[in-house]
């Protein structure tokens, strides 16, 4: 029995955990740029680090259905999924990164639901992995 109520006190823990992560972000350091080959599209990058409680949480961003009114402004809600089974309870880096084919000259990112807007820099010719510089 006192097996049992172990496993009801971290599986209350997980799921405490995951509904705190809904109000803010385990995310920091966001970065947007663009880059683009000569005949190529323009791609969309955002990054971000990220702290994880286990190392079986995944970050994902995804185009918000609520847009809002500012067409320069891209909102991409951040999406924390947990693990499907019990994992260590381990601090675990996560380095987050969205990419995109883009439509529109948007000139910023807006994540949801922490509301972090983050400037997107200007378009870099070359390598889509290199970031904007510091």
Known sequence: ???SCLLCIMLSALSCGAHG????SPCEQWKAWVSHHAAGPVILHVTAECQL????HKVELVPDANQGSDSTVLVLKEIVHSPSSLVAQVITPYKLHYKKKMRKAYKEVLIQPSGTPVKIEAATKGSSQASPAK
């Not at 992560?21 to 803010?24: D, I, L, W």
């Not at 409680?53 to 079986?56: A, H, I, K």
């Open 1 to 3: 029995m006192r097996r």
């Open 21 to 24: 992560q809904e109000q803010s």
């Open 53 to 56: 409680p286990t190392p079986g």
